[in-house]
């Protein structure tokens, strides 16, 4: 098992945790009906944007050690999971959009379930797609 | 000037001049006319504009047998898409927890927010690729310039 593997089966385990952690919190919020505010917002923000950039750091210096056949992989599974991502994200929304009707309301809760469900969905699409391709690649030769 | 910069700087401009026309029209329907807001938001209509940048690809045709971009182009395109995907994804996940966070989560808002939130990301990431473009290829001009 190569670097990649390892970080897509880290990825997909931190997916599942993620799920298992995020869901009741959400739920939880949602059923106190919990008003963090703006203060919440920019924390949530700020954080976001550190563990990102720290993230992408990472793995600028991951990507000059792979190999010209591992950069191919991780930029086909890249690709696929941005796509899965965009497309869950506009059929969700204009699903939402047409069941609902263009005048009534949607509660607010609705939208970081989609984002954040769209997100989950893109790191598990991504594992599986290098995990995917690597099976292929042993059980190809 | 290569057939991308000029389809960047198409896109760019055409996106400018809806969004700032939209702006323009609402301010004037809103603050000076003294319309609500319901009424007022018409002037998002001006954002269509935005849409002609998509033209560019009929505008800038490819030149037949000739090659069209190199390892250089391609690189700057690939940073610019990094760039323009990790600013809609800001976008979107600030606009998904905006009224989550402000409103509360059983609060409720217009199912307009959906289609919008996900249009504003579209143009964003458009846009973004656009600047971006444009400014790797002037850094690349004053630096041989040096």
């Known amino acids: ?141 | 000037m290569n057939r991308i910069q000029k389809t960047a700087w198409w896109m760019a401009i055409w996106i400018s001049a809806g969004v700032i026309l939209a702006a323009i029209a609402i301010a004037i329907l809103f603050f000076i006319i003294g319309l609500p807001w319901s009424i007022a938001r018409a002037g998002l209509g001006f954002l269509g504009i935005a849409g002609l940048g998509g033209l560019a690809p009929l505008i800038f045709r490819k030149d037949q047998g000739k090659v069209t971009c190199d390892e250089r182009d391609r690189l700057i395109n690939h940073r610019a898409a990094i760039a323009a995907f990790s600013t809609a994804y800001l976008v979107t996940g600030l606009a998904c927890m905006l009224p989550f966070f402000v409103l509360g989560p059983n609060a409720t808002i217009s199912v307009c927010w959906l289609p919008s939130i996900f249009m504003a990301a579209g143009l964003t990431v458009f846009f973004v690729h656009s600047v971006a473009i444009i400014v790797q290829y002037g850094r690349e001009v004053k630096g041989e310039e040096s």
């Open chain 1, 1 to 141: 098992m190569n670097r990649l593997e390892k970080k897509a089966w880290v990825n997909l385990g931190g997916v599942l945790l993620c799920i298992v952690i995020a869901g009741p919190g959400v739920a939880i919020m949602v059923y106190m009906n919990i008003q963090a505010g703006l203060p919440g917002l920019i924390s949530l923000f700020v954080t976001g944007l550190i563990v990102g950039l720290i993230t992408y750091r990472r793995n600028i210096k991951s990507w000059a050690q792979l190999d010209e056949r591992e950069k191919k992989i991780l930029q086909k599974a890249l690709v696929w999971s941005m796509s899965v991502f965009i497309l869950f994200m506009y059929c969700a929304s204009f699903a939402v959009f047409y069941i609902v009707g263009a005048k009534n309301p949607i509660p607010a809760y609705i939208l970081p379930v989609l984002f954040l469900s769209g997100l989950f969905l893109m790191i598990f699409v991504q594992s599986a797609a290098l995990l995917i391709q690597f099976a292929k690649e042993h059980y190809d030769g």
